[in-house]
C-alpha cells in the first residue's frame, strides 16, 4: 500500500492476532509469510483432523497468559524475590481505606474480578501505585479517558496516520476499536485524541492504529 509493506487482520476476526504485530519493521514485514491469515480457527483444526493430527485438532484453546502453565499470580510468586509481593491497601478515590489486598502485581487496570471484597457494587482498578503498594478502586466511568500518549512507536507510514480522521485505535486485541486522531508532539511521543470515551487505558499496555484491516502501527502507552 503506497510502497509500504502492512500486516491485515485475519479472517476470523475472534482468533486475529494482528494488534500484537504492530512493531514489525519494514524488512521484516517484506519477508513475511502468513500462511493461516485467511481461514479460521476451526477450518484449522479441521484440515488437523483430515491429516491425521488428533491432538492438534482437539487441543483446548489457551486462556489468559498462555505461556504460564499455572495462573499467572502463581507464575509471579514463583518468579519474583520474595519481598516483591506484600499485603496492601484498596482506597477509593477520595482516600478512604476500604479493603487490605495481595500485593500490587496481582491486579491491572481495568480489573473487577478477583479483588476478593464484596462491597455490593461494582469496583474496578482505576490506578495502581507501585512505590507505595496501593491499589484505588473506583467505578466504570471513573475509568474514561478521552486522551492518551505513546512512546517507542512504530509507524509503517506516518502520512497514512497523524492527523487522518479514518484511524481506529485498539487497546485490547479482541472486541474493541474507537476512532480517534493521531498527533505527533513536540518531544516525538504520540497524542491520541480519542472520539469517544475508552475505560482501562493504562501505562504500559500497547495500543494499534488500524485503517480498515490493515494495520498501520501502534507505540506503548504512558
Known amino acids: 500500500i503506497g510502497g509500504y509493506w502492512h500486516i491485515t487482520a485475519g479472517e476470523?476476526?475472534?482468533k486475529d492476532q494482528s494488534f500484537f504485530l504492530w512493531g514489525l519493521p519494514q524488512d521484516i514485514l517484506e519477508r513475511m509469510l502468513l500462511p493461516m491469515g485467511g481461514l479460521t480457527k476451526s477450518r484449522v483444526r479441521q484440515i488437523a483432523e483430515e491429516r491425521g493430527f488428533l491432538k492438534a485438532a482437539t487441543k483446548k484453546d489457551s486462556i489468559g497468559v498462555c505461556f504460564c502453565p499455572m495462573d499467572y499470580r502463581s507464575?509471579?510468586?514463583r518468579e519474583l524475590p520474595a519481598d516483591a509481593i506484600q499485603k496492601g491497601k484498596f482506597f477509593d478515590e477520595k482516600g478512604n481505606f476500604i479493603a487490605w489486598h495481595e500485593g500490587y502485581p496481582f491486579y491491572t487496570i481495568g480489573q473487577r474480578r478477583g479483588l476478593g471484597i464484596d462491597l455490593n457494587r461494582a469496583v474496578f482498578v482505576k490506578e495502581i501505585h507501585p512505590s507505595e503498594n496501593k491499589v484505588i478502586l473506583g467505578d466504570l466511568q471513573s475509568l474514561e479517558?478521552?486522551?492518551?500518549?505513546?512512546?517507542d512507536w512504530n509507524i509503517t507510514n506516518p502520512a497514512s496516520l497523524i492527523g487522518q480522521e479514518n484511524v481506529i485505535v485498539?487497546?485490547?486485541?479482541?472486541k474493541q476499536a474507537n476512532r480517534c486522531t493521531v498527533t505527533l508532539l513536540s518531544d516525538n511521543t504520540l497524542h491520541v485524541q480519542l472520539h469517544e470515551p475508552l475505560t482501562a487505558i493504562a501505562s504500559g499496555q500497547a495500543a494499534a492504529f488500524y485503517q480498515g484491516d490493515v494495520v498501520l502501527g501502534?507505540?506503548?502507552?504512558?
Open 12 to 14: 476470523d476476526p475472534d
Open 145 to 151: 479517558k478521552t486522551e492518551m500518549r505513546l512512546q
Open 75 to 77: 507464575f509471579l510468586r
Open 170 to 174: 485498539k487497546i485490547r486485541y479482541r
Open 218 to 222: 501502534g507505540g506503548i502507552i504512558i
